[in-house]
């Protein structure tokens, strides 16, 4: 097996660090993203112990930070030739509105602007390396509508559907990028992890669910897996392709929040 260039996001906890694990485990070299260096930097050390595979690295980027998230995407770029997966997986569930420094609402722009914003930046990278794959990590938990009036809370603030739109928000984006991309060399998917114990699900809906391993084996085979090769524009529940929100296919829905996203990076990244 080639080895891969893997970047993971939110790394550092749940489903992530123990997706950076088990691709590390298969001997990839996992970029380990976390908020800040030392606590990227702890987890990536605990990976290379676990794994046996010193070439587990760490990264850092605060996702609420427009210029974090570009200083982030210029390190990778600075420092690796390729980028063979880029893995979507950071998110929260924020039980009250929170505005930022920037002026977005924290769920909007972690869940979403974030990983839209790091992906613009490395598609060049991502398009120079051969069978490149961008994996968004969704939720079976996103909405069947959208108000582009209330992306940011301006109407009002719920935390359940905040979370829920901006998981609708990660499909649009995989549906519209996998399209843009569609003659080029890189796939673009997003999938339901499952109901996984994590602090998250904890913090938004009190209940357990199971193990990290299970939740995550779709991120993994959405990155690594040769059945995946060539396969894009796919929301995948349990390793198979699965139907999403049924506004999640409306083109012109993509288009609008394409549009809106891209304003957003131009003002404020």
């Known amino acids: 097996m080639n080895a891969k260039i893997i970047l993971v996001t939110g790394a550092t906890d749940g489903i992530g660090k123990q997706t950076a694990l088990e691709l590390a485990k298969m001997g990839h070299k996992v970029l380990v993203h976390?908020?800040?260096?030392?606590?990227?930097?702890?987890?990536?050390?605990?990976?290379?112990?676990?794994?046996g595979n010193n070439e587990t690295e760490a990264v850092w980027a605060d996702l609420t930070d427009f210029a974090e998230i570009k200083a982030l995407a210029d390190m990778v770029e600075k420092q690796y030739n390729r980028l063979d997966v880029l893995l979507n997986n950071a998110g929260v569930f924020e039980d009250k509105k929170v505005i930022l420094t920037n002026g977005l609402e924290r769920t909007f722009m972690v869940n979403y602007m974030a990983p839209f914003a790091l992906t613009l930046k490395l598609l060049d990278l991502l398009k120079s390396t051969p069978d490149a794959r961008i994996v968004n990590v969704s939720s079976m938990a996103q909405s069947g509508s959208i108000d582009f009036d209330n992306l940011n809370g301006e109407k009002y603030f719920d935390s359940y559907n905040a979370y829920a739109v901006s998981k609708l928000e990660n499909v649009l984006f995989t549906y519209k990028l996998a399209r843009m991309l569609k003659d080029e060399n890189v796939t673009v998917n997003c999938l339901h992890p499952g109901v996984i114990n994590t602090k998250l699900l904890h913090a938004g809906w009190g209940m357990d669910g199971v193990s990290v391993h299970q939740g995550a084996q779709t991120s993994v085979f959405a990155a690594v897996s040769p059945e995946m090769e060539g396969k894009t524009g796919l929301y995948l529940v349990s390793q198979k392709s699965a139907k999403s929100a049924a506004i999640s296919y409306d083109k012109k829905v993509q288009e609008r929040l394409w549009e809106i996203s891209l304003e957003i990076v131009h003002r404020l990244g």
């Open 34 to 51: 976390g908020r800040n260096r030392v606590k990227s930097e702890t987890v990536a050390s605990e990976i290379r112990q676990s794994a």
